[in-house]
T-cell receptor, first 114, second 113 residues
Framework: QKEVEQNSGPLSVPEGAIASLNCTYS??????FFWYRQYSGKSPELIMF????GDKEDGRFTAQLNKASQYVSLLIRDSQPSDSATYLC??????????????FGKGTKLSVKP | EPEVTQTPSHQVTQMGQEVILRCVPI?????FYWYRQILGQKVEFLVS????????KSEIFDDQFSVERPDGSNFTLKIRSTKLEDSAMYFC???????????FGPGTRLTVT
């Protein structure tokens, strides 16, 4: 059973702080990893993706991947109240005839307090 | 900016009825997906579609479900005989060639009574 695990939270941080969101996955052969943001009642919105070990930065967001530990994280710098949402980690498994379906974690709810 | 669109935004149907959920993927994308999210639960993969055929399907995607790309723009999910447990948000996603980024539509909330 391929699993993606996330702490459900809520994670509460003050405005301007760094929010750190974590995710582990069970399939060691997984190749690509995605972070989506989902506001309540809305659809998932792609924030960023990472394929290689190490860090990848995009604006206030940094994704970190450690394949040996099967761990991926998302850092949000200078957190804003508008960042308050549920953050979904998704993994693209190594099998499949298409580009591959995504396996999602349950998400971590982030609350940024003004 | 191109986006995935879905209709209707909310569908209410009685148990046993057929429903068709519609999606218009991003125009130059070639890979299409349906996912569902039961209230309070995680997003679950249903089916992927490429080159006019199903590429993969999950255990959820049983004989009651079917997908079709009836023309060059629409992508549909049909549920033949709805059950109460089919009540969920259904998301369509599309993906371009060789970029592995799936973009989601706004979803259709299906309520089966």
């Amino acid at each position: 059973q391929k699993e993606v695990e996330q702490n459900s939270g809520p994670l509460s941080v003050p405005e301007g702080a760094i929010a750190s969101l974590n995710c582990t996955y069970s399939d060691r052969g997984s190749q690509s990893f995605f972070w989506y943001r989902q506001y309540s009642g809305k659809s998932p919105e792609l924030i960023m993706f990472i394929y290689s070990n190490g860090d990848k930065e995009d604006g206030r967001f940094t994704a970190q991947l450690n394949k040996a530990s099967q761990y991926v994280s998302l850092l949000i710098r200078d957190s804003q109240p508008s960042d308050s949402a549920t953050y979904l980690c998704a993994v693209n498994p190594p099998y499949g005839g298409s580009q591959g379906n995504l396996i999602f974690g349950k998400g971590t709810k982030l609350s940024v307090k003004p | 900016e191109p986006e995935v669109t879905q209709t209707p935004s909310h569908q209410v149907t009685q148990m046993g009825q057929e429903v068709i959920l519609r999606c218009v993927p991003i125009s130059n994308h070639l890979y299409f997906y349906w996912y569902r999210q039961i209230l309070g639960q995680k997003v679950e993969f249903l089916v992927s579609f490429y080159n006019n055929e199903i590429s993969e399907k999950s255990e959820i995607f049983d004989d009651q479900f079917s997908v079709e790309r009836p023309d060059g723009s629409n992508f549909t999910l049909k549920i033949r005989s709805t059950k109460l447990e089919d009540s969920a948000m259904y998301f369509c996603a599309s993906e371009g060639v060789a970029n592995y980024e799936q973009y989601f539509g706004p979803g259709t909330r299906l309520t089966v009574t």
